[in-house]
Nanobody, 123 residues
Framework: QVQLVESGGGLVQAGGSLRLSCAAS????????MGWFRQAPGKDREFVAS????????DYADSVKGRFTISRDNAKRTVFLQMNSLKPEDTAVYYC????????????????WGQGTQVTVSS
């Protein structure tokens, strides 16, 4: 099992940027595929981005493609989500998740989750 702790959330104006971090501890992080998900009030949790264990493969939700970038530093056991050109509709609690298999958009297939970090984008 991997323990995950997100940070970097906050309040930002529309058009601004934030960089989320997810620090991992526990078993071998470098073999884990990682994902970012988000959940807005009254809505289901939705896929944002994922990255393979090597960092060689990434995937994004259409709503964030071209604005968000997922990356990872296995030496630092950390995965990042750079969020640019933020919109009010990006407001949500953002969660990182990990699984010891290939990356996927399906949140049900992730084994480990962080506690979440709030991102609020004002108009």
């Amino acid at each position: 099992q991997v323990q995950l702790v997100e940070s970097g959330g906050g309040l930002v104006q529309a058009g601004g940027s934030l960089r989320l971090s997810c620090a991992a501890s526990g078993r071998t992080f470098s073999s884990y595929a990682m994902g970012w998900f988000r959940q807005a009030p009254g809505k289901d949790r939705e896929f944002v981005a994922s990255i393979s264990w090597s960092g060689g493969n990434t995937d994004y939700a259409d709503s964030v493609k071209g604005r968000f970038t997922i990356s990872r530093d296995n030496a630092k056991r950390t995965v990042f989500l750079q969020m640019n050109s933020l919109k009010p509709e990006d407001t949500a609690v953002y969660y990182c998740a990990g699984r010891n298999l290939g990356a996927t958009k399906n949140s049900r297939l992730y084994d480990d989750w962080g506690q979440g970090t709030q991102v609020t984008v004002s108009s």
